[in-house]
């Protein structure tokens, strides 16, 4: 039973790749449009801050007014994950077939900017996209010189995430509890890394090369 489920993991893994790899080729802007969202800002971080505790349920509002969600839609908003910069937050979120990127920043009077609504973490095929992983160079023209890297974790028995950079620097994030995961490096091409995603007893049940 043991190998049966390794080798449908297995599977479900290259498929997974596979669409992350066919969206690769795609800017911000051109799969922004796809999802139906608000394209690319190309606004400046300098007059924003990171956001505050305070700051979120302003950013919710803003955030379904931007995307335009229908109320039952808003109801299962959940933020699964968040990163500061000094220009403002990075905010991993789950809306029913809307998982996605934010990054926003809080401005002097209090006002919450949204820089970007959504970078789409968009399943395909729930049964074969186990972990869907976004990845958004530093020259994106939002809160540069930041590489990010980005994640959703769907399959079960995955506990936690190893990201294997090019200068040889690993980053482990337990995604046990919120299921995903954020990783923000400065002048750093997130692109060209190496993920892979492990049980707490350290079974490798997934991987991929971003490139």
């Known amino acids: 039973m043991a190998v049966?489920?390794?080798t449908l993991l297995t599977c479900s893994a290259l498929f997974a790749a596979s669409a992350l790899l066919a969206g690769c080729g795609q800017s911000d802007a051109q799969q922004a449009q796809q999802a139906g969202i608000q394209g690319v800002k190309q606004n400046g971080t300098a007059a924003t801050k990171a956001l505050t505790a305070a700051d979120y349920r302003a950013f919710e509002s803003e955030l379904f007014r931007q995307m335009d969600l229908p109320?039952?839609?808003r109801?299962?908003?959940?933020?699964?994950?968040?990163?500061d910069t000094p220009g403002g937050t990075y905010v991993l979120y789950s809306l029913p077939q809307n998982d996605g990127l934010a990054f926003a920043g809080r401005q002097g009077d209090g006002k919450v900017t949204i820089?970007?609504?959504r970078w789409p973490l968009a399943v395909t095929d729930p049964a074969k996209d186990l972990v869907v992983v976004r990845a958004i160079p530093p020259n994106n023209g939002i809160n540069a010189p930041y590489g990010v890297l980005a994640g959703r974790?769907?399959?079960?028995f995955i506990e936690y995430v190893e990201i294997a950079y090019r200068d040889g620097h690993v980053d482990r994030m337990d995604v046990s509890h919120n299921r995903g995961f954020i990783a923000v490096r400065k002048a750093f091409d997130t692109?060209?890394?190496?993920?892979?995603g492990y049980s707490t007893n350290g079974t490798p049940y997934w991987e991929i090369d971003t490139r």
């Not at 299962?76 to 990163?83: A, D, P, S, V």
């Not at 974790?153 to 079960?156: A, I, L, Q, T």
């Open 4 to 6: 049966s489920r390794m």
């Open 71 to 73: 109320a039952d839609t």
């Open 75 to 83: 109801r299962q908003f959940r933020i699964l994950e968040t990163k």
């Open 115 to 117: 820089y970007q609504a």
């Open 153 to 156: 974790v769907y399959n079960p």
């Open 191 to 196: 692109r060209f890394v190496q993920v892979r």
